[in-house]
């Protein structure tokens, strides 16, 4: 009897010591409502007129609309909205309840103001096709363009609205909106720092405290390792870096690797600017795709990236817009023949094939610093020696780049969650202006046209298909199988340390960037 009264109090005991643990963690993980983020790139501004969340949420504002993560799209200021049959006239209706942080309503003139100044801004935000926006009352705007554009939507998810009565040339370092989160605090080349917004209309976000800091990989990863960061956008080759309390988490991204090889001959022309136009070796296409088909890119990947990426055919795979006809195998043999198709012989038995009194040797750049596209370049410049092609890697600033990237290859990053992307990369007018859009020269009246029916389209399934197109219509287009303008290498998957016990949402697929994109859906985030 004595002895099941000490085993009954000794269980009373237990029990108690595990409930007071289980309130302690509970406590610990209700308390534990901050986070501290690694990223690579410090934003140029928070002012979405002036491109702030740029094919990302903007986070401190609110978009009219805004992407799923399998990229549809879904209301957010918006309650609804409709398009006259001749694709010419949006009509957005406002939810009632978004305030601004200052405590103001936002309204019709609100998203007016905001698009006249992103347009009137030409930068990253395209709005050269909206005629008008008129606010027809608080409630309701209606926004005229002066042709149908199918990417209208894509680019109103990236704009974020700004407050009329409180904008100034200082809103972008210190912003207010309606978003999930309240800009606090900006210190150049070191951190920013937001706190949740309590007045948000779809609730405050479990993270209340976010600070993000700007390292380079390795030192970020060197924060990781000593504990002092929560999450750290790191790449692929120190992927496999073991971090005690620290999970990776590898996220699919539309951001790939490949360079621009131009097109046209040295005919001792520049640009606006003075650079230097042609290359004698990649006016060739034979030289272009054999470069193409020579390249090992699940062999890069499992290599140079470790495992984190995979090929890449354009520069948009997986995307409801891509061409699934652009992809193509490697072929050593088929490369060869190309080149000995079009003349070019090793007759002194160099190794590197010559036509013409023209040996094919070029140079690639890339931004020095950048130990991915370093490592990517080396392993293009090693596979191609087997056709007979020297490729030359070396490393500069951007400003350099600049300089040389309309007469040298140029090893790029592009990847959107939008298909502006295409339309910029490969129209005719775009060749050969002084941005990295279309350095090597690409113009093309088949793809012109279309480019144009993608962007006029009034359906969805409508624009795809002239995307497609634009990629390879079983003749021609910008893939590597058509004109090849560029040779695609890997697609990276986003390497990111996460701390134990941090849910980082589900991640949409993500564009370019250097972290930026990690925290379009911060407001999803919490402490497990």
């Known amino acids: 009897m004595k002895t099941n009264k000490i085993l009954r109090l000794l269980l009373l005991f237990i029990m108690g010591i595990y409930l007071v643990a289980c309130k302690q963690e509970e406590q610990a993980v209700q308390e534990k409502d901050s986070v501290v983020i690694a990223i690579g790139t410090e ?3 928070l002012d979405p007129t002036q491109g702030w969340g740029h094919g990302n949420s903007p986070i401190v504002q609110s978009t009219l609309v805004r992407y799923n993560s399998d990229l549809t799209f879904e209301n957010d200021l918006a309650t609804s909205y409709e398009l006259s049959t001749d694709g010419l006239t949006w009509t957005f209706h406002l939810r009632e309840d ?10 019709a003139s609100d998203v007016v103001f905001t698009l006249e100044t992103a347009k009137k801004a030409q930068g990253a935000v395209d709005l050269t096709y909206m005629e008008s926006a008129v606010a027809k009352d608080d409630s309701t705007v ?11 939507l894509n680019t109103l998810a990236s704009v974020g609205i700004v407050p009329k009565h409180a904008y100034s040339e200082e809103y972008g370092r210190n912003p207010i909106g309606s978003g999930p989160y309240k800009f606090v605090e900006w210190k150049s080349q070191e951190q920013i720092m937001f706190t949740a917004n309590e007045d948000y209309y779809e609730g405050e976000p479990a993270i209340k405290n976010v600070t993000v800091v700007f390292m380079s990989e390795d030192a970020a990863l060197a924060a990781v390792l000593a504990g002092e960061v929560d999450v750290a956008y790191s790449s692929a080759t120190l992927g496999n870096t073991k971090a005690e309390g620290y999970r990776v988490e590898r996220i699919a991204s539309a951001d790939n690797r490949g360079f621009t090889l131009p097109m046209l001959p040295e005919e001792g022309k520049t640009t606006e600017s003075g650079a230097p136009i042609g290359n004698n070796v990649t006016c060739h296409r034979e030289i272009r795709q054999a470069i193409a088909y020579a390249i090992d890119r699940q062999l890069i990947a499992d290599t140079v990236l470790n495992g984190f990426g995979r090929p890449a055919y354009s520069e ?15 072929d050593l043999e088929y490369a060869k023949k190309l080149l000995l198709d079009g003349g070019w012989l090793d007759s002194d038995q160099d190794g590197i094939v010559e036509k013409d009194g023209i040996t094919a040797e070029f140079k690639c750049v890339y931004p020095a610093g950048d130990s991915v596209r370093q490592a990517i370049g080396m392993a293009v410049s090693e596979q191609l020696k087997k056709i007979g092609i020297k490729l030359t890697i070396e490393g500069m600033s951007w400003d350099e780049i600049m300089k040389v990237m309309f007469s040298e290859a140029v090893l790029m990053g592009w990847g959107s969650a939008i298909p502006n992307e295409t339309y910029y990369l490969y129209r005719s007018e775009g060749a050969l202006l002084d941005d990295f859009y279309n350095p090597e020269g690409y113009q093309n009246l088949k793809t012109d046209k279309y480019l144009r029916a993608a962007m006029e389209a009034l359906t969805v399934e409508e624009a795809n298909e002239n995307w497609k197109k634009v990629q390879w219509d079983n003749n021609t287009g910008t893939s590597m199988k058509g004109e090849c303008p560029w040779v695609w290498v890997v697609n990276l998957d986003h390497v990111t340390y996460v701390r134990d016990g941090l849910s980082i949402g589900e991640q949409p697929i993500h564009g370019h960037g250097h972290g930026l994109p990690l925290i379009q859906n911060l407001k999803d985030w919490k402490w497990q």
């Not at 978004?98 to 309204?107: C, E, L, N, P, S």
């Not at 948009?316 to 490697?330: A, L, Q, R, S």
């Open 43 to 45: 934003p140029e501004t």
């Open 142 to 152: 209606i926004i005229t363009l002066s042709q149908p554009t199918s990417i209208f």
């Open 98 to 107: 978004a305030k601004f942080t200052d405590g103001k309503r936002v309204t």
């Open 316 to 330: 948009n795979d997986g995307m409801p817009w891509n061409n699934p006809e652009v992809k193509i195998e490697t």
